[in-house]
Every structure is written in structure tokens, then in C-alpha cells.
């Protein structure tokens, strides 16, 4: 990929814009939520310490097919809970959403890499993969 094409790729979501909330749902004016979703993928993200992130992946376990953790940084973005909730639409057998919820405890840059895949099946199986860097800050 070309560098034009990598810087073209990384968009900053700075707390206060779009996929962001504040304040209550938090327990503070100072601490923010950013969700991001598959349109976030490769994109770069900034949080400050504290902030939480909520990151949602459509996922349907019933295939076999599910997101898994590849790489981060606990130290930097500390995973808080993991959980799937089936769509309120869905029949039986029908897909959903997994969250994982992370909080921002010291300043420094990860990479949050998750694959969707059979783990009995290993690598070969992988359908997608997810991608954000994260930059928290003081």
C-alpha cells in the first residue's frame, strides 16, 4: 500500500465528534465513550486517559465464525468486559453483536487487531480481520 494511499486510510476520532458521547453516561464531564464499528476499521483514534471505548462487531457464533482478540496493549487500554447480544430481530440461529469495552489507562499508542474465525479450523479459517491504533493521552 502506498504511503498516500496508508495516510488516506487514517482517520483521527477525537472525543466530541461523531461516535463519541459525553458526561453522564460516564460518570463525568471529562470522560468520554467513543464507539467505533466495522467502518472504523484501519482507522486512528485519540482518547485520553479514562476514556472508554466500546467497540461493536457484527458477529453471528451460530457458523462458528467469531471475533477474536489478536493484539493489544492491556497496559494502555485495559479490556473491562467482553459480551454478544443477539439482534432483536434475529430468528434462531440468526447473528448479533459483540462488545468489548476498554477503558484508557496510560498514555501511549496500541493497535487493537481482531480476527473473525473458527479457531478449530486455525488460521485458514479467517473470513475478516479488524484493525484501530489508538493514541491515549495524559
Not at 13 to 36: M, N
Not at 104 to 115: I, P
Not at 124 to 133: D, H, L
Amino acid at each position: 500500500m502506498g504511503l498516500c494511499r496508508a495516510a488516506s486510510l487514517a482517520i483521527l476520532l477525537v472525543p466530541g465528534g461523531p461516535g463519541t458521547s459525553h458526561g453522564a453516561e460516564t460518570g463525568g464531564p471529562h470522560v468520554a465513550t467513543i464507539t467505533l464499528t466495522r467502518a472504523d476499521n484501519g482507522n486512528a483514534v485519540a482518547l485520553r486517559v479514562g476514556d472508554h471505548l466500546v467497540l461493536r462487531l457484527d458477529e453471528n457464533p451460530a457458523t462458528g465464525y467469531r471475533w477474536a482478540m489478536e493484539t493489544h496493549d492491556d497496559n494502555i487500554v485495559s479490556l473491562q468486559r467482553q459480551e454478544y447480544g443477539p439482534s432483536p430481530h434475529a430468528a434462531v440461529g440468526g447473528g448479533g453483536q459483540r462488545s468489548w469495552t476498554f477503558i484508557a489507562q496510560k498514555a501511549g499508542t496500541d493497535t487493537l487487531q481482531l480476527k473473525l474465525w473458527r479457531p478449530w479450523e486455525g488460521e485458514t479459517s479467517i473470513t475478516r480481520r479488524f484493525s484501530v491504533t489508538l493514541h491515549v493521552r495524559a
